[in-house]
């Protein structure tokens, strides 16, 4: 049964024709077809892609997984595809900052390790990205009111 489209209608559908689905095989990268494309779905990619709270999510996950690389925005935005400043941007809308949410995910991963493993306290601030141990210290005593050896115990 043939329906009569608009042209935006007509213009989602081609793009969900085309849009490829892109999924890692081993070394390489496989592409397929959308089978059964859904013109609902490319505005509500839009608007997720978009959301502010999604990039901090990204922002987050970014940083939780390259903890020793990430030391900037900068870095963080150039590992997104993103400018600095519209992540900052970002950021300003939502009232935190980008030091703000590496203090969050440094401070979960600390809990983590303190609890979960015996790793000394040197090793833990190496994997949380800094270069002193001292540096570690201060911050897990200003995050969480004591010592990150008071914290395991």
């Known amino acids: 049964m043939a329906t009569s489209l608009l042209p935006e209608e007509r213009a989602l559908t081609t793009l969900h024709t085309i849009a490829l689905t892109v999924a890692t095989q081993g070394n390489g990268v496989a592409c397929t077809r959308d089978p059964a494309p ?51 941007r970002h950021l300003q809308q939502l009232n935190t900052s980008f030091q703000r949410l590496l203090d969050e995910v440094r401070y979960d991963k600390a809990r983590q390790l303190l609890i979960q493993t015996d ?29 990150p050896s008071l914290y395991r115990r």
């Not at 090793?123 to 270069?131: P, R, V």
């Open 38 to 88: 859904d013109p609902q779905q490319c505005p509500k990619l839009d608007a997720q892609f978009d959301s502010r709270h999604d990039v901090l999510d990204q922002i987050r996950l970014h940083l939780a997984s390259n903890l020793r690389e990430a030391r900037d925005l900068n870095s963080v935005a150039r590992q997104l595809h993103r400018s600095e400043r519209t992540l900052r």
């Open 119 to 147: 790793l000394p306290i040197y090793l833990i601030a190496e994997q949380l990205g800094y270069s002193e141990t001292a540096s570690f210290r201060h911050a897990f005593q200003r995050w969480s009111g004591q010592p």
